[in-house]
């Protein structure tokens, strides 16, 4: 597509949703820029749009969002939106060439933890969540029942800024069931290079045998490694500022043991649930990259998140959901552990279909 104007855009919105409480009488944190050429410069978002914030009216905003944090962010996003519009038939859209962000657009969540609070870190850490899927958002939603985000760089230290160095590291599971496993025996390049057992044993991805090729939707790893094993796909250098590294998972029997879904169709449309996740446990086993000689990195998680990114589509898509999410930084349950609870409740689902048969 090519276009003599211009389309960017600025969320400084942060995960907490704290934005206006913690920094009174600035303006709610959107903010973009978009012009025209024709014959001359025409800006259609003026420096007074973008300062606009909690108590000022703008065209479209409804009278009982003024005041509401929140809610005023997202209507200003949308105003901003409609500045920058495109007239088109049927329909105006929009697009941005440039969007960067911080954050989500979530209205629901919660208001951050007390300063200090220590950040959930592999292993020893659980999130327990209640999930009701209404609607996925279609074949293309990559919903995820979990994803969880940090960033170190490829030798193991912490990031500290440099976007040369820093990578940013993601582990998702997607749970719509019409996501296919693009790793396979045939494709090691969308597979890790290797797959870690509850016991911590390492199976290797051209083990055909053994490989759990199913358990992986998709792997990319960050592009600024210098030791990567062949053959390898590297995440997309222009969505992150700086280096990344993806692990994408299915639902497959192998998650069992941390909670996670074993098949697919768990937790989706119409099987609402409350999962108990053992998240540090698998975050730790996962594969990441790392330099070879490098101490291993501290596996701090900075962002938790649920929900969709719907990848592509030739038509308008809704995904809708409510969620309650909350982690905890304590020793999980052991997985000899967890086998014998499940083993119980298993004992106990059977007893039970005996009596109703016996009744």
């Not at 005041?67 to 500045?83: H, M, P, R, V």
């Not at 193991?156 to 990578?167: E, I, K, M, N, Q």
């Not at 051209?206 to 792997?219: E, G, I, M, Q, V």
């Amino acid at each position: 597509m090519q276009r003599d104007g211009l389309r960017v855009a600025f969320e400084a919105w942060n995960f907490c949703n704290e934005v206006g409480r913690e920094a009174p009488h600035m303006g709610s944190p959107r903010a973009a820029d978009c012009f025209d050429l024709s014959g001359s410069l025409t800006h259609k978002v003026t420096e007074s749009d973008n300062r606009l914030g909690v108590g000022s009216s703008f065209p479209g905003l409804k009278p009982e969002h003024i005041n509401n944090t929140d809610l005023y962010a997202i209507e200003k996003e949308l105003y901003l939106g409609s500045l920058c519009e495109v007239a088109d038939t049927p329909r105006s859209w929009q697009f941005w060439m440039v969007m960067l962000k911080n954050g989500n657009y979530d209205t629901r969540s919660g208001l951050c933890p007390k300063d200090g609070k220590k950040l959930p870190e592999s292993p020893n850490f659980k999130v327990r969540l209640s999930l009701d899927i209404k609607k996925g958002g279609g074949a293309k939603s990559q919903f995820y029942l979990l994803e969880i985000g940090s960033c170190w760089k490829n030798n193991g230290a912490p990031c500290d800024g440099d976007v040369l160095t820093d990578v940013t590291r993601y582990s998702e599971m997607i749970i719509n069931p019409e996501t296919p496993a693009w790793c396979s025996p045939t494709k090691l390049v969308n597979c890790p290079p290797f797959h870690i057992t509850p016991d911590n044993k390492k199976i290797y991805r051209k083990d055909t045998a053994n490989f759990p090729y199913s358990a992986y939707h998709f792997y990319c790893a960050p592009g600024n490694a210098q030791h990567l094993e062949q053959p390898v796909s590297t995440c997309d250098p222009y969505s992150n500022p700086q280096a990344q590294e993806i692990v994408q998972l299915l639902p497959h029997p192998i998650w069992g043991d941390y909670g996670y879904p074993t098949k697919k169709g768990d937790g989706w449309v119409g099987d609402a649930r409350t999962w108990e996740l053992d998240v540090g446990g698998l975050s730790s086993r996962l594969y990441f990259y790392q330099d070879p000689g490098t101490p291993p990195a501290k596996r701090k998680w900075t962002s938790i998140d649920s929900g969709t990114e719907i990848f592509d589509s030739d038509k308008d898509e809704v995904a809708e959901w409510t969620l309650i999410l909350n982690w905890l930084v304590k020793k999980p349950v052991s997985i000899e552990q967890r086998k014998n609870l499940n083993q119980r409740e298993d004992e106990g689902k059977r007893g039970n279909s005996v009596k109703k048969e016996n009744e």
